[in-house]
């Protein structure tokens, strides 16, 4: 398979074209693409077709590699170069593993799968993932977005509006009406993560779809779909253009590797996608596809536990007085518009206490729940996102978009759920969260919280790195 020659594919503007070109293919993937250039293998599912839908748990465990020994476990490619049989070159599957690897094309074809996509694509990390779909942007795209976005979307974002000439508007994705206000012709995409990451809010995805395509037939409503994983949410399912995750979450599930996964359902939006990774040389190693894979088997067995576990102790926290942020609580303001999303709530919440000391002090006590950014993992984990994944969103922004920096996010493992809350309950007693009493315990100030953050008590200036 010979690389890419100069053309790159075709701009954001041309989108519609791409798809009348292709439309007559309907789902079959040519081993060339839009430029004559020739593919990897075709991303079709990773077992056969025969008419049925497997139910997800066997989804995403049951693929057929075509190993020509008939290895259970899809073996590991490790090369970087393929002989050839022909001094012509490009007669071949493959040749050069930045263009393409028997590995990654299992993986790719899985995920394909798994997320309801005719393609699917694997880079070094979820940010890689992110960065490939945003060089569709051209300058004077206009971007709409949301006012909660993991720190690292966000400052990706600032880069391009500093630099390449987008503009990007922050929006109250919770309200469609106020997204639909900034969509225009000039719109080129929509990023939407939903829930959003530490707020939990929630963004109706169809209608956002809908509105954004009404208002430019070629803009891309992407989603980050990171928080649910396909597991529990399938986005292009929703009305969405591209989903990307990152793989080191849930997909992985132990936080041994960093991946990224793009899915997509337009051949023509995978043609100019595949051309970036191929181009910049990010697609996903060997044995990083590899483990990647190992864990998506997985992500049933471990994403339930962590689920069960997280509204347990979401129901624990609010009891006591605490306010909670999870899409599995009837108190939740969106949970009807999750429910009719999703197809569960996730492991990840947060809460606030009020006060940023008493919030560090209960983040140190914990024993349980390791302190560390990302989640996703089997093991249990505390951080404070405004010190820590959030930092690089400067104080005063995150001060305007109404992030508590006394805000806790708890992201759920598989321990046993009652050793979880004895440790919660014990760092709340300790850091002087909870107000003690002979009928038990509630937080200090129940329901009472400050959005400003001005006014909450012992703020600091953050000083930790993202």
């Not at 190993?67 to 071949?92: C, L, N, V, W």
């Not at 492991?347 to 206490?353: D, G, I, Q, Y």
Request: contains cysteine; hydrophobic residues 35%; proline residues 5%.
């Amino acid at each position: 398979m010979s690389a890419p020659g100069d053309a790159p594919p075709s701009s954001a503007g041309e989108s519609s074209n791409i798809s009348k070109k292709t439309k007559a293919l309907g789902k079959a993937f040519s081993k060339m693409d839009l430029q004559g250039h020739n593919l990897p293998p075709s991303p079709a599912p990773s077992s056969p077709r025969n008419g049925r839908k497997y139910a997800m748990a066997t989804e995403l465990v049951f693929t057929d590699s075509g190993d020509q020994h008939h290895a259970s476990s899809m073996p590991i490619y490790q090369s970087a170069t393929f002989k050839q049989t022909s001094a012509r070159g490009g007669e071949d599957e493959y040749d050069y593993s930045r263009s393409g690897n028997p590995t990654r094309t299992h993986l790719e074809r899985h995920l394909a799968k798994i997320m309801s996509a005719e393609r699917a694509l694997v880079v070094t990390s979820g940010m890689a993932a992110f960065d490939v779909i945003a060089r569709l942007l051209r300058p004077g795209d206009e971007v709409v977005t949301g006012d909660d976005l993991y720190g690292g979307t966000n400052r990706l974002l600032k880069y391009l509006s500093d630099n390449g000439e987008i503009k990007v508007h922050h929006v109250d994705t919770t309200s469609p009406s106020t997204v639909k206000s900034y969509l225009s012709s000039k719109t080129a995409m929509v990023l939407l993560e939903t829930p959003t990451n530490p707020l939990i809010k929630i963004a109706d995805i169809p209608t956002i779809a809908e509105y954004a395509h009404a208002a430019n037939p070629n803009a891309i409503v992407a989603v980050d779909n990171t928080m649910l994983s396909p597991l529990l949410q399938t986005p292009l399912e929703l009305g969405a253009d591209v989903v990307y995750e990152s793989g080191t979450k849930y997909l992985s599930g132990h936080h041994d590797l960093m991946a990224g996964v793009i899915a997509v359902n337009d051949k023509g939006l995978g043609d100019r996608l595949y051309f970036v990774i191929n181009s910049a040389g990010c697609g996903l190693a060997p044995f990083d596809s590899w483990l990647l894979m190992r864990g998506i088997k997985t992500l049933k067995v471990r994403l339930e536990t962590q689920q069960s576990n997280a509204q347990k102790i979401a129901e624990f926290l609010e009891s006591h007085g605490f306010r909670v942020r999870y899409p599995g609580l009837p108190s939740h303001p969106q949970y009807k518009l999750h429910n009719s999303m999703a197809r569960g709530a996730g492991a990840v919440l947060s809460f606030e206490t009020g006060d940023v000391k008493i919030s560090e002090r209960i983040v140190e006590a914990a024993r349980l729940y390791a302190i560390s950014v990302s989640f996703g993992c089997v093991n249990s984990l505390i951080s404070m996102p405004c010190r820590m994944s959030h930092s690089s969103i400067d104080e005063k922004t995150r001060r305007e978009r109404k992030m508590p920096e006394d805000i806790i996010r708890l992201c759920i493992g598989i321990e046993d759920v009652g050793d979880l809350i004895d440790d919660l309950r014990r760092a709340l007693v300790q850091a002087g969260a909870v107000k003690v009493t002979l009928n038990g315990f509630q937080a200090l100030n129940p329901g009472n919280f400050v959005e400003n953050e001005d006014e909450l008590v012992n703020n600091e200036t953050s000083t930790s790195s993202s």
